[in-house]
Nanobody
Framework: QVQLVESGGGSVETGGSLRLICAVS????????MAWFRQAPGKEREGVAT????????KYADSVKGRFAMSQDNAKNTLSLQMNSLQPEDTAMYYC???????????????????WGQGTQVTVSS
């Protein structure tokens, strides 16, 4: 069992930065695969980034590479998503998600994730 609570969302201008936080409680075994997803109004949910607890490896969607960075902080009880150079296209509800799987299966596939937070809104004005 895993509990996830997101925070850090808000409204920024184009080019600005935000740091999203996912507080993790419950089972945080090394096999945990963590992810950020987002869903914009009128669009389908898309994966943003993954982080595997055992080796701290990360994977990113092409759309955010070089701008976003996912990390594990505070002895792995907190996840962060640092978002820089934000664009209006980044406007979405951002969700933290978790599952337990192997490193190779830790990918941005929505159906892999069994635990979800409530989401935090990110709005980037043009």
């Amino acid at each position: 069992q895993v509990q996830l609570v997101e925070s850090g969302g808000g409204s920024v201008e184009t080019g600005g930065s935000l740091r999203l936080i996912c507080a993790v409680s419950g089972n945080t075994a090394p096999s945990a695969c963590m992810a950020w997803f987002r869903q914009a109004p009128g669009k389908e949910r898309e994966g943003v980034a993954t982080l595997y607890f055992a080796d701290k490896s990360t994977k990113y969607a092409d759309s955010v590479k070089g701008r976003f960075a996912m990390s594990q902080d505070n002895a792995k009880n907190t996840l962060s998503l640092q978002m820089n150079s934000l664009q209006p296209e980044d406007t979405a509800m951002y969700y933290c998600a978790a599952t337990f799987t192997s490193s190779r299966n830790c990918n941005l596939h929505e159906n892999l994730f069994h635990y979800w937070g409530q989401g935090t809104q990110v709005t980037v004005s043009s």
